[in-house]
C-alpha cells in the first residue's frame, strides 16, 4: 500500500501562484501513475494532470498552459505548479497513485481562488 500526504494549498489571488507536493511513502516501487484529481463543491471529482512512469503526462484542457506536473525520485514526491490561477480553479486537490497494489488517495487539500 502506498501511503500519500498533500500541502501546499491555501488562499490565493486569481493570477497567482500555488505549488502542491504530495509525498509518497509505502510500497511506491511499483507506482507506475502518479496524478492530481480535483474536486469543486457540487462537481464530479476530474482528473487535473498524470505523469506515469514513462514520464508521459496528460492535463485537463482547462488547465494545460498553465499547471505542470512533475516529481522528484529522490524525494518519492510529485509536485502541481499552477500559475495563472482562476476562481474556477478552486477545488479541493487531491493527490493520487496507481500501483501494483492498486490505487491511493490523499486526504485532499483546498486551493481558494479569491480576491
Known amino acids: 500500500q502506498v501511503q500519500l500526504v498533500e500541502s501546499g494549498g491555501g488562499l490565493v489571488q486569481p493570477g497567482g501562484s500555488l505549488r502542491l507536493s504530495c509525498a509518497a511513502s509505502?510500497?511506491?516501487?511499483?507506482?507506475?501513475?502518479m496524478g492530481w484529481y480535483r474536486q469543486a463543491p457540487g462537481k464530479q471529482r476530474e482528473l487535473v494532470a498524470g505523469l506515469t512512469s514513462g514520464n508521459m503526462t496528460t492535463y485537463l484542457n482547462s488547465v494545460k498552459g498553465r499547471f505542470t506536473i512533475s516529481r522528484n525520485n529522490a524525494k518519492d514526491t510529485v509536485y502541481l505548479q499552477m500559475n495563472s490561477l482562476t476562481p474556477a480553479d478552486t477545488a479541493v486537490y487531491y493527490c493520487?497513485?496507481?500501483?501494483?497494489?492498486?490505487?491511493?488517495w490523499g486526504q485532499g487539500t483546498q486551493v481558494t481562488v479569491s480576491s
Open positions: 509505502g510500497s511506491i516501487f511499483s507506482i507506475y501513475f
Open positions: 493520487t497513485t496507481r500501483s501494483a497494489a492498486g490505487s491511493s
